[in-house]
């Protein structure tokens, strides 16, 4: 059996094929303009050398921010189901995953079998993230992969105010003119955006073992502040770049076997800034699908979302994520006004607000 696992972020792509339950090839190259383009050149190059073409594959799932612009994959999941069944691959001990990509962060805890029991993902703006660090290095004129090294050699990480992509750019631009050492800046992002991931990872609450996916899984000295913050070591796969595709390829094995897939049982949509958290929570296992919420709320928050093998359920629209406190005063404020709110039509008590 010969299946494939495509995962599109915003950064790089990346694609593994499994033969047999073993990992043929992989590939890692960058995200073009245009999706579609570059689901076609990530299979192209993962199948180079091989023998195989895309006819041989059985079934392939995409994963990842284009995922749904993969025209040859017959399926797709969202990478956080993705990246915990990656993970729990190579390490079935783990509970709790940090995946830093291109531009978002989430903490995961995941079950004995790679199923998702809770996530949290702050996508609000792009401070710690993949993009964020790239320009970074580019204001400190240092390589990209030369930034961890860089950083574990400082003795004296200057603080960082913010590790809003903005500001935080400027003060290091700042920072560079008063002749601070680029470690030693290094070193202070290093120490905010590790911060930052530690309150995210307590909102799921850690639980050993630990492990980190994504590119900034590469960068040592980020996970050497993680792993002090944390207090736990993490385990670091071959290349936690390709948990993703390696999940979802496992995902397209499950298909040609005909197993149900695991499925996310709680998911908390939003973020965490200077007023507050704000966070919407659909326990999944609660929830039927019925899709009330969607009706009544008067903000559209909501839309129920199905990989085509699984029932439906409520999520937070992609759309409203970043802006939930805008778009939502709250469930007691909303109550005040609308009397039909998505708590009281939900039948199955499958929805909570964290403000
Ligand atoms: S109203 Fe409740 S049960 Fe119905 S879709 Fe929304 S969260 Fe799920
Ligand atoms: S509290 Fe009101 S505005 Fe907020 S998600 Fe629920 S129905 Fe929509």
């Given amino acids: ?68 612009l993969v025209p ?7 990478e956080i189901s993705c990246h915990a069944r990656g993970i729990n691959w190579y390490f079935p001990s783990v509970r ?16 004995d079998r790679g199923r998702v029991t809770n996530f949290v993902m702050n996508d609000k703006c792009a401070g710690g993230t993949g993009r964020f660090l790239e320009m970074i ?3 400190l004129n240092v390589p990209l ?27 290091a ?18 120490d905010a955006i590790s911060t930052r991931c530690f309150n995210l990872l307590k909102r799921v609450k850690i639980e050993a073992d630990f492990s980190i996916s994504g590119g900034i899984a590469k960068n040592r000295g980020m996970v050497a502040k993680i792993t002090g913050k944390v207090g736990l070591k993490p385990l670091l796969c071959e290349d936690p770049q390709l948990a993703g595709a390696i999940g979802a390829a496992l995902f397209a094995r499950d298909r040609c076997l005909g197993e149900k897939s695991s499925e996310m049982s709680r998911a908390q949509y939003g973020y965490s800034d200077g007023t ?28 129920l979302v199905g990989n085509g093998s699984s029932e439906s359920k409520a999520a937070v629209k992609d759309s409203c994520r970043k802006k939930l406190a805008l778009v939502c005063p709250g469930f007691t404020s909303c109550s005040h006004s609308h ?17």
């Avoid at 040859?72 to 969202?78: I, M, T």
């Avoid at 992969?145 to 200057?158: F, K, P, V």
């Avoid at 704000?278 to 839309?303: L, Q, R």
């Fill in 276 to 303: 507050g958290d704000y966070f919407i929570t659909v326990d999944n296992g609660a929830c039927d699908g019925c899709g009330k919420c969607v009706i009544s709320c008067p903000a559209h928050v909501f839309e």
């Fill in 72 to 78: 040859f994959a017959r399926e797709n999941v969202s």
């Fill in 145 to 171: 992969t030369g930034i961890g090294d860089l950083a574990l050699q400082s003795n004296g990480a200057i603080p960082f105010n913010t590790i809003c992509a903005v500001f935080a750019k400027s003060e």
């Fill in 173 to 190: 631009i700042a920072y560079l003119r008063k002749g601070v050492a680029k470690k030693d800046i290094l070193a202070g992002l290093n």
């Fill in 1 to 68: 059996m010969i299946v494939a696992g495509i995962d599109i972020g915003s950064r790089a792509s990346k694609a593994v094929v499994i033969k047999d339950g073993a990992l043929l090839s992989t590939h890692i190259g960058d995200t073009g303009p245009e999706s579609v383009k570059t689901s076609f050149a990530t299979m192209d190059a993962t199948l180079r050398g091989t023998g195989l073409t895309l006819k041989d594959v059985d079934y392939t799932v995409a994963t990842g921010y284009g995922r749904v």
């Fill in 96 to 111: 709790t995953i940090l995946d830093m990509g291109g531009q978002d962060c989430k903490a995961i805890k995941v079950d």
């Fill in 137 to 139: 290095a580019e204001v």
């Fill in 339 to 355: 009397a039909s709110n998505c708590h009281s039509v939900c039948g199955k008590g499958a929805l909570s607000h964290s403000w």
